[in-house]
Nanobody
Framework: EVQLVESGGGLVQPGGSLRLSCAAS????????MSWYRQAPGKEREWVAE????????NYADSVKGRFTIARDNAKNTVTLQMNSLKPDDTAVYLC?????????WGQGTQVTVSS
């Protein structure tokens, strides 16, 4: 059974940092492309960042470029999202997605709230 479990969310002040993690199981992690999305209340789900297999190239939404960094550890089956210089507009539920053998799998998400 494929499982994606996000962690690391919380409340942070504007300008602060958080590091999200997504622990994966049930598939060959090193063969999957991994992405982070986010969804704010009343808004559509928004793509944030991706790290693509096998090249390992990374892409970011313009809204987070230069502030967020996606990384993966194939030995630990985890993908992380380092978020710096956080803004109130970054407040959302952050979700991890795996694309493996043509199928997509989602985690349940972790809440990030940026507020003073």
């Amino acid at each position: 059974e494929v499982q994606l479990v996000e962690s690391g969310g919380g409340l942070v002040q504007p300008g602060g940092s958080l590091r999200l993690s997504c622990a994966a199981s049930g598939f060959t992690f090193s063969s999957a492309s991994m992405s982070w999305y986010r969804q704010a209340p009343g808004k559509e789900r928004e793509w944030v960042a991706e790290i693509i297999t096998p090249a390992g190239s990374r892409n970011y939404a313009d809204s987070v470029k230069g502030r967020f960094t996606i990384a993966r550890d194939n030995a630990k089956n985890t993908v992380t999202l380092q978020m710096n210089s956080l803004k109130p507009d970054d407040t959302a539920v952050y979700l991890c997605k795996a694309r493996y053998r043509g199928l997509e799998y989602w985690g349940q998400g972790t809440q990030v709230t940026v507020s003073s």
